[in-house]
């Protein structure tokens, strides 16, 4: 079992930055593959970024060049920085967890593929 929290989220003006954080709080035994989620409004939930090391991770195209992912070197941290936010990048952002049992992260973007995840933080941009 895997307890996450995810912070950092808040109102930021087109064009700006934001930086969300993922705290891993507690941790069952063994590795986990992370990668961040995120569910607008009558929207399904969506994989933004997932990590396949360290600080390289596989992005959405939606996102791609605009947003980071990477992890602390404890691993008990996960961070997104995210850059020319646009309006369509607000949704509520959850950070979420995979038990490794394969040894290895494929950068998954695929929802079903996890099993933990957050209460989440807002993101909206504004126009």
């Known amino acids: 079992q895997v307890q996450l929290l995810e912070s950092g989220g808040g109102t930021v003006q087109a064009g700006g930055s934001l930086n969300l954080s993922c705290t891993i709080v507690?941790?069952?035994?063994?590795?986990?593959?992370m990668g961040w989620f995120r569910q607008a409004p009558g929207k399904e939930r969506e994989g933004v970024a997932a990590l396949i090391r360290e600080k390289t991770a596989k992005y959405s195209e939606s996102v791609e060049g605009r947003f980071t992912m990477s992890q602390s070197g404890s691993k008990r941290a996960l961070t997104l920085r995210m850059n020319d936010l646009k309006h369509e990048d607000t949704a509520m952002y959850f950070c979420e967890a995979a038990e490794n049992i394969r040894g290895y992260c494929s950068g998954s973007l695929k929802e079903t593929d996890y099993s933990e995840w957050g209460q989440g933080t807002q993101v909206t941009v504004s126009s």
């Open positions: 507690k941790q069952s035994a063994g590795g986990h593959c």
